[in-house]
């Protein structure tokens, strides 16, 4: 297999509903598409769904367009390989830039997917015909717009919630939420806001009698030893998300029992064969796992309802519709969700067609480049 031909799509869709998380907010998403075509004429298609600025991670969307242009564009085009994890080795002497590499990587399993007719689901050795979806919400002005937002999202038929956590917007919600909903699967999500400090535990042991499912990345990433202090004191499990970008990392998290659960982001490990091999390791070492989402237009969306499919994947993931998010998605027909569960297509690649005309209506710049002919 060799792909001839890329082009890349600088998009920008606005949200349905703003979304608050403890650095920032934001009312519309910039992501990168991007289209792969083989010397046959087929496509495939992925996503780079960095945030736009370096508060999650230390991406954007101009570095990701950058290293996307200038290393992994050229390291893919015209390189012949018969796996997708053989076109991952093309681009791994680039260090970082995890979420460039996982929109080229998703590309190129839509694509070798689709040459061999299979869905994506089972090309990853999925096992799931259906998965469970749950609705992360942001940090919103008011306890009662939150209770509203919740409200909202339960009726939707979603079982799971997590809800975004500051310094500052923590016990409250949570207690009010779970007093409002005793019996909902509810988590939360810090994005790395907590200080090592004991006013922070003696936050994380107050949430600790609320039966959460779990508390994501209350510390900063680089910190294990903090995230390994709190689950030694807690019962409640901690999750990380933002602490682990590779596998080495992920080793590092189960030698120091500094998380029970794992947040597998496809875009976080930097493609669907690193993500894949996180869950194979969580998987022997006895740690549930979950997938996280980016808001994802469709195409990311779509690859993360595959990886979703994988058996170690036990909790809910962030695969909700993408209607929570979109009022018109970059794929036909949309991710949808009924009753908090998603089907995992069974046609070819991801299983959505993109929708190209929407699409180019949306870019504020495309690049278009081939291999040259030898
Ligand atoms: O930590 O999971 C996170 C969105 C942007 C940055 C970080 C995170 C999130 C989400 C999105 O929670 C969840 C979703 O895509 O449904
Ligand atoms: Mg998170």
Redesign the pocket.
């Given at each position: 297999m060799r792909i001839d031909r890329l082009r890349l799509f600088d998009v920008t869709l606005p949200l349905v509903h703003s979304?608050e998380?403890s650095s920032h907010r934001?009312t519309g998403l910039n992501h990168i598409l991007v289209e792969a075509t083989d010397a046959d004429g087929r496509v495939g298609w992925g996503e780079i769904a960095t945030?736009s600025d370096p508060?999650?991670g230390s991406e954007t969307t101009q570095t990701a367009w950058s290293i996307a242009e200038r290393y992994l564009a050229p390291a893919v085009l015209g390189t012949t390989w018969e796996t997708p994890e053989d076109v991952e080795a093309a681009w791994r002497r680039v260090r970082g830039h995890e979420f460039a590499k996982a929109g080229f990587s998703i590309a190129c399993w839509d694509l070798h997917a689709r040459s061999t007719g299979r869905s994506l689901s089972s090309d990853l050795g999925g096992t799931r015909t259906a998965v469970e979806a749950?609705?992360?919400l942001?940090i919103e002005p008011t306890v009662d717009e939150l209770l509203a937002q919740v409200g909202r999202q339960v009726d939707a038929g979603y079982g799971r919630v997590?809800l975004?956590i500051a310094p500052g917007w923590d016990v409250e919600p949570v207690r009010a939420v779970r007093a409002a909903y005793p019996d909902l699967d509810l988590h939360v999500?810090a994005?790395g806001a907590y200080q090592d400090t004991e006013a922070s535990t003696a936050v994380m042991l107050a949430l600790d009698a609320y039966r959460l499912t779990m508390i994501?990345?209350p510390f900063a990433p680089r910190d294990f030893v903090a995230h390994a202090r709190l689950q030694a004191a807690i019962d409640t499990p901690v999750c990380l998300?933002?602490s682990v970008v590779d596998l080495g990392d992920l080793r590092t998290m189960l030698a120091l029992d500094a998380g029970r659960v794992l947040?597998i982001?496809v875009s976080r490990m930097g493609g669907l064969a690193s993500a894949r091999r996180a869950h194979d390791i969580a998987r022997d070492a006895g740690v549930p796992v979950w997938c996280?989402?980016?808001?994802?237009f469709g195409v990311g969306?779509a690859a993360?309802v595959a990886i979703s499919s994988l058996p170690n994947f036990t909790l809910p993931s962030?695969?909700?519709g993408s209607d929570?998010?979109y009022a018109r998605d970059v794929i036909v027909p949309p991710v949808v969700a009924t009753a908090g569960i998603v089907q995992v297509p069974a046609t070819a690649g991801i299983g959505h067609d993109v929708d190209v005309e929407w699409v180019f209506q949306n870019a504020a710049r495309t690049l278009d480049t081939s291999a040259v002919a030898d």
């Open positions: 979304f998380t934001k945030p508060y999650y749950g609705v992360s942001g997590k975004k999500d994005n994501e990345q998300d933002e947040n982001k996280g989402g980016m808001h994802e969306r993360n962030d695969v909700s929570k998010y």
